[in-house]
């Protein structure tokens, strides 16, 4: 009779040294990708907040031109702490103040995280800030013809110290209004322009 042979069959898996190798290799990955995937999130949050703000003041002023009046983006609390959020209306009542009975609201943001600030200069930076377009797009002021001076809002974030975690928010005399970087954009500042 023929010895028959036991025969083993093919053993399959890994063995305790590659898993310990690819574990060490994808927790080096990590540690690696890590800081630069919270950069990622911290910018995608300001420029998220930045075009949200840039949308609000575009939505005023199209709302002046088919309104045919003044329309406004304001503090939330009536001051000039835009953190606290923003409201954008059309003075209906034209007392250049907002009053939500007879007011056309056309948008209204909450406070901002805490890890934000808002400042502004010029117009939005009186004790009561505003931003107002009439009714031919253009930026005003109280009383004022309209062009005056150009105002930029500056949107940074506070737990972080870094130009790259800065943004404007540049409103021209003629009411155009952009978002830039001032890491990037060497035309970027607190006085720019357009």
Not at 74 to 89: C, E, H, M, T
């Amino acid at each position: 009779m023929l010895a028959m042979k036991p025969s083993r069959a093919a053993a399959v898996g890994f063995t305790l040294i590659e898993l310990m190798v690819t574990i060490s290799i994808v927790a080096i990955m990590l540690v690696v990708a890590a800081p630069s995937f919270q950069n990622f999130i911290r910018n995608s949050e300001l420029t998220s907040l930045a075009n949200k703000l840039l949308a609000a003041i575009n939505a005023a002023r199209s709302e002046a031109m088919k309104y045919g009046q003044n329309a406004f983006v304001i503090p939330a609390n009536g001051g000039n702490d835009w953190s606290q959020g923003w409201v954008v209306f059309v003075d209906s009542n034209r007392n250049n103040s907002y009053d939500e009975t007879t007011d056309v609201t056309i948008q209204k943001q909450g406070a901002l995280p805490s890890y934000f600030s808002v400042t502004g200069t010029g117009n939005a930076n009186l004790s009561n800030s505003y931003i107002m377009f009439g009714s031919s797009g253009f930026a005003k002021s109280y009383g004022a013809a309209p062009g005056v001076p150009n105002l930029t809002l500056k949107i940074s974030r506070t737990d972080v110290s870094s130009a790259n975690e800065q943004r404007y928010i540049v409103v021209a005399r003629t009411g155009r209004a952009r978002v830039c970087n001032p890491s990037l954009d060497t035309t970027c500042t607190a006085t720019a322009t357009q």
